[in-house]
Nanobody, 125 residues
Framework: QVQLVESGGGLVQPGSSLRLSCAVSGVTFNYYAIAWFRQAPGKEREGVSCISSSAGSAYYLDSVKGRFTISRDNAKNTVYLQMNSLKPEDTAVYYC??????????????????WGQGAQVTVSS
């Protein structure tokens, strides 16, 4: 059974940093691309970033480019999202997800089969 478990969320001030982790079990981790999505209250879920199984390719939402970095440690079955220079508009529940294949499947959350439970990130002064 595939499990994705997020951790590392919290309440921080604008300009701060957080690192989210997504621990994956139940699959051959290095065969799977992993993405981060987020959903703010009253808004649609949006794709933030994704990394391919080999870490050879990654994409970022335009509004987080230069501030967020996705990485993966295949030895630890974990994907990270380093978030720097956080803004209030980054406030959302962050989810990790997998399309159950090697390559990212874009920003449409319907293309992702497996999901974590979510981690709350709140950026506020």
């Amino acid at each position: 059974q595939v499990q994705l478990v997020e951790s590392g969320g919290g309440l921080v001030q604008p300009g701060s940093s957080l690192r989210l982790s997504c621990a994956v079990s139940g699959v051959t981790f290095n065969y799977y691309a992993i993405a981060w999505f987020r959903q703010a209250p009253g808004k649609e879920r949006e794709g933030v970033s994704c990394i391919s199984s080999s870490a050879g390719s990654a994409y970022y939402l335009d509004s987080v480019k230069g501030r967020f970095t996705i990485s993966r440690d295949n030895a630890k079955n974990t994907v990270y999202l380093q978030m720097n220079s956080l803004k209030p508009e980054d406030t959302a529940v962050y989810y990790c997800a997998s399309p159950a294949e090697r390559y990212c499947r874009g920003e449409n959350y319907l293309r992702y089969n497996h999901w974590g439970q979510g981690a709350q990130v709140t950026v506020s002064s």
